[in-house]
């Protein structure tokens, strides 16, 4: 099952978020242990109050959360908390219930993975992939457009063009993974830490390979 991070280095907290959110399980981590990778690729996080200043500088991501014993203990850690930024604040244990339908929320989505490929240039896998994806923002669905082919025209540009057409609401909400300079190199491993991260993330990956 897939878990939730849970950042968090005193014991009666990793314990009181556990309860909290039972039965969804947790991957707890000391602050310390937690790296760019651990925290992109969960699909959600819970921090604890209790370490949030000992947590660094994380990179910016959506679903984290913050955990407290009392709202007087979130209040007293927001300025630090700005800086995530936070989806939300739940208050362990009074706020149980609404950890556990969030935790239900994020950790039950599917997650799917399209991958488009073109025959050859020009074939417009570039601009089914980007249709994919408009398709399911039509469907209240987020989505990730990811670029994986060095040798293509750069979705970024053809995200930018749709910019002129009606679907532009839509098209403003594709996160859009692009490729800032053209290359013949693609690393394998760099290309699946990035899916691998996603997928978690997002109900549907899209990748123009």
């Known amino acids: 099952m897939i878990r939730a991070l849970l950042v968090c280095s005193d014991v009666d907290g990793c314990v009181a978020a556990s309860a909290a959110a039972h039965p969804f399980p947790l991957e707890v981590r000391a602050p310390q242990d937690v790296d760019d990778a651990v925290w992109c ?26 955990l407290a014993a009392t709202p007087e203990q979130a209040a007293a850690v927001a300025g630090a908390a700005r800086r995530l930024p936070l989806a939300g604040v739940f208050t362990v244990p009074a706020d149980a219930g609404r950890l556990r339908a969030t935790l239900r929320q994020v950790l039950t989505v599917p997650r799917r993975m399209i991958g488009v490929i073109g025959g050859t240039g020009g074939a417009g896998a570039s601009t089914l992939a980007t249709a994919i994806t408009v398709r399911a923002l039509r469907r209240q669905r987020s989505a990730m457009l990811v670029d994986a082919d060095p040798l293509g025209g750069g979705l970024g540009h053809l995200v930018g063009d749709l910019h002129t057409l009606p679907v532009d609401d839509l098209v403003g909400r594709i996160t859009l993974l692009d490729w800032d300079a053209p290359t013949l190199d693609l690393d394998p491993q760099a290309a699946l830490r ?16």
């Open 194 to 209: 990035v899916v691998t991260t996603a997928v978690p993330q997002y109900p549907l990956t899209v990748v123009d390979l």
């Open 41 to 66: 690729a969960a699909p959600v996080v819970l921090v604890s109050a209790c370490c949030l200043h000992h947590l660094g500088d994380p990179a910016p991501r959506p679903d984290v959360y913050l």
